[in-house]
Structure formats: C-alpha cells, structure tokens
C-alpha cells in the first residue's frame, strides 16, 4: 500500500511538473486576452448569419480559455449585443474545446502536431456548426436585448498590467484549479491501474477506441488543460492519437450541464446542432489523424511522457514551486472570500427577501454574472448568488420574478424556481 502510494504520488508530481511551466505561460496569455480583447467591442463583428461571423466567432473563440460552463455567459454576452446565433453557436462550439493554456500544455506533454491540430479542428467544427445553424434560420436575426454592461479596465499602462496578473494568476486560475487537479489526479491514477498497451491489446479496433472514448467523454465534465494529462496517459497505455484528440475536443466542449442549460437557452435545435458538430467532428478528425497523418509524428509520444517521471530541469522545477504557491494562495483566497460571503450583509431593511434556486453556477464569473443581471432589474436593491448550493437571493421592495428568471436565462444558466420568501424589518447576515 506505501509502495502504491509512493507510485502515485511520483505520477502526480512528475505530470504537474511537466505542464507547470506551459501554464504559467497560459496563465499569462490568458490575462493578456482578457485586458486587451474586450466581448463588448467584438459582437459587432458577429451580427451577420454569414460566414465571415461564423468565421470571426471561431477566430475569437480558439485561444479564449474558457471552459464549458464559463463559455455560456460569454456566449450569449456576444448574442445580447447583436451577434447572430449561428455566430453565437460558432463560438460556443469552438472556445471550450481550446485556449491559450491548454495549447501550450498540450505542446508540453503531447508534443507539437496536436498542439497543432487540436485548434485547428476548433476552429472548422466551430465555422461548421455556425454555418449550419445560419442555413436552418433562413436568414432571421434574432431578438435581442442590448447589453451595455462592460467590465472596468483601467487605462493606464501599470493598471493594465496589474489587472492581467490579478486576472491571469488569480481569477482565471482559480476557476480551473479544481477541474485541473481532478485531470491530474485521474490521469496519475490511470498511470497505475491501467496496464501497458492495454488498447492495442484488449480493444485493438482504433474506431471502437474512439466511439468508448466519445461516449465517456460527451457527458463528462473535463476542463480543456485538465483533459491534456489523461489523453497522455491513455496515449502511453496505447490509445491511437486519433481518440486521444475524440477525447480532447468532445471533453471539455460537452457535458449534461452545460447540454441542457443551451436547450433552455438556445432552444433544442441549435443545441441539437452544437452536439452533433462536436462529436462528428471529433470522430472525424480523429479518424483522418490515424488514417492519413504520418505515423512518426506520434511516435516519439512515448519517449517524451516517459521522461515525466524523471523530474525536470531547474526551471521546470521552478515553475511547479510558483504554480504551487499560486494554487496554495488561490485556495486560501477562495476560503476568505467564501467566509466574506457568508458573513455579508444583504441589505434587505424593511423589504422582500426571496431565495431562488438557479443551477449552472460553478465558479466566481457564473456567480457574477448572475448577481450583476439581477442587479439591474428595477425594483431589485441587493443580490447574493451561492455557487455552493446554487441558492440566489434577492432583496427589493417589488421582486418581479418573471424578470429574474429572464435575467437568470439570459446569463446562460437555469432558473429552477422560488423557493423561499420572507419580509425583512431589519438588517439580517445570511448564514
């Protein structure tokens, strides 16, 4: 048992090891994108049910790093302020599947060719599936509500370097911290039970991999960097690259929650369309990969992920002490600012308290999303959603319900009701 524990403990270590340094790089790309690259100033090149917006919506989504539950309020931002829906499905489509941070960790442990490539088929399945939700709309423009909300960035240049570290090494890493360590730890795990060349001996069929492959995948929760470290393991137990990529793109793109928070939102056909172009388009690319690609450009695979249990060279090294510490103080920060929040004060001084249950909210956007929504509906004068239990309550002297819904559905996320009301003649602290 200390033996196994030993063991995994050393797959742990040398896979962080491995993509420390590429995510930190990521985490820096990924503050870059979100100073400089601004969702309010982009919708209007997405407001055509044409190809140029399918096209543009694809380009701005690839190097996003957005996963699937975050990339739904982005989304239908851009669909708010004017993008058409096919635009809006492009993007959907092709965000989650990559960014920034999961390319360079896919170059780190998976080598080049599908750090190449899994961009690449971001991108066609994402125009794809925007050209088709254009052709079933016939050329109707959506109904939208205008929204003019925008985040603060500063202008000067050391408040934009100061908002790029907050949100790169802070923010951003602190929504995929937890789904990223799940990566690390199945994939370490897999190292252990999952025996050599188990795929090419027990399932030897590359299409059969693919379809058990996808149908884990397309219900699963996986985040785009999480999923790079499971695909490499899998790879070394035998998996052809074709369903390691089946695996990277349907993963992170797909899952239950995000499925049915587009069929509320999109309706069912658009949301139809965005699961079929992902999954055939995984299938298919991963089917021209191990048809068509040269063998040699994944052979060396094996000697590059073999040499991640050796260790590191001192900046490698380096980079997993910093990610560590910056996982270590994005922890702590999350406890204080989750005690912060149960101690707050609602302001709720002779008004309606009502509790609604909104499901969808996993991390510190979705939860600012949904608050900054309700926020602006007249009537409504303090607002506090609870990623943990999905509860949201308002305060106001006029809750209009109806409005709360439509404002929760418009933020991409599932209105499930009241489910408490209560009239305040003084200030209370939630608990």
């Given amino acids: 048992m200390i033996h196994l524990s030993v063991e995994y403990l050393k797959a742990f270590l040398g ?25 309010e100033r982009i919708g209007k ?3 055509e049910n044409d190809l140029r917006s399918s096209v543009n919506a694809s380009l701005f989504g690839v190097p996003l790093p957005l996963c699937s539950c975050g990339v739904i309020p982005a989304g239908l931002s851009f669909l708010k302020n004017g993008a058409s829906k096919g635009a809006t499905v492009s993007f959907l489509i ?10 360079m960790v896919t170059y780190s442990m998976l080598g080049w060719p599908l750090a190449v490539i899994r961009p690449i088929v971001a991108f066609i399945t994402g125009v794809t599936g925007g050209l088709i939700t254009n052709m079933l709309q016939k050329g109707k423009k959506e109904d939208v509500i205008v929204n003019k909300s925008i985040d603060f960035v500063s202008n000067s240049f050391f408040g934009k370097v100061k908002e790029l570290l907050r949100y790169g090494f802070v923010d951003f890493l602190q929504d995929i911290s937890k789904w990223l360590i799940i990566g690390l730890a199945v994939a370490a795990l897999l190292t252990l039970v999952i025996p050599a060349d188990f795929f090419t001996t027990y399932i030897a069929y590359k299409w059969l991999n693919m379809l058990l492959v996808l149908a884990v995948s397309v219900p699963l929760y996986v985040c785009a960097t999480g999923s790079v470290p499971i695909a490499a393991v899998l790879m070394m137990k035998g998996l052809s690259p074709g369903a390691a990529l089946v695996f990277l793109m349907a993963g992170p793109a797909t ?19 965005y699961l079929l172009t992902i999954t055939f388009g995984a299938l298919i690319a991963g089917v021209v990969i191990d048809t068509f690609f040269p063998a040699h450009w994944f052979m060396g695979l094996m000697d590059h992920t073999n040499h991640i249990h050796k260790g590191g060279n001192l900046i490698q090294i380096t980079a997993s002490i910093v990610l560590a510490l910056l996982l270590v103080n994005g922890i702590i920060l999350k406890w204080k600012q989750n005690k912060e929040e ?29 608050e900054r929504g309700i926020k602006g509906i007249a009537g409504v004068d303090d607002v506090i959603a609870d990623v943990a239990n999905g509860n949201v309550k308002v305060s106001g002297n006029e809750i209009n319900i109806q409005k709360v819904k439509e404002s929760v559905e418009e933020s991409g996320y599932l209105f499930k009701g009241e489910i408490h009301t209560e009239a305040i003649s003084s200030d209370v602290w939630l608990s």
């Fill in 15 to 39: 896979l962080f090891n491995e993509m420390a340094l590429y995510l930190m790089i990521g985490f820096f790309f990924a503050g870059f994108l979100h100073v400089f690259i601004r969702k």
């Fill in 45 to 47: 090149y997405l407001g």
């Fill in 94 to 103: 092709s965000t989650p599947q990559t960014g920034v941070d999961s390319i």
């Fill in 255 to 273: 899952n239950i929650a995000t499925i049915s928070v587009l069929a509320k939102t999109l309706g069912k056909r658009a949301t139809l369309i």
């Fill in 342 to 370: 149960k101690n707050r004060q609602l302001n709720t001084n002779n008004m309606i308290v009502k509790t609604f249950l909104v499901e969808g909210m996993t991390c510190k956007n979705c939860k600012s999303h949904v």
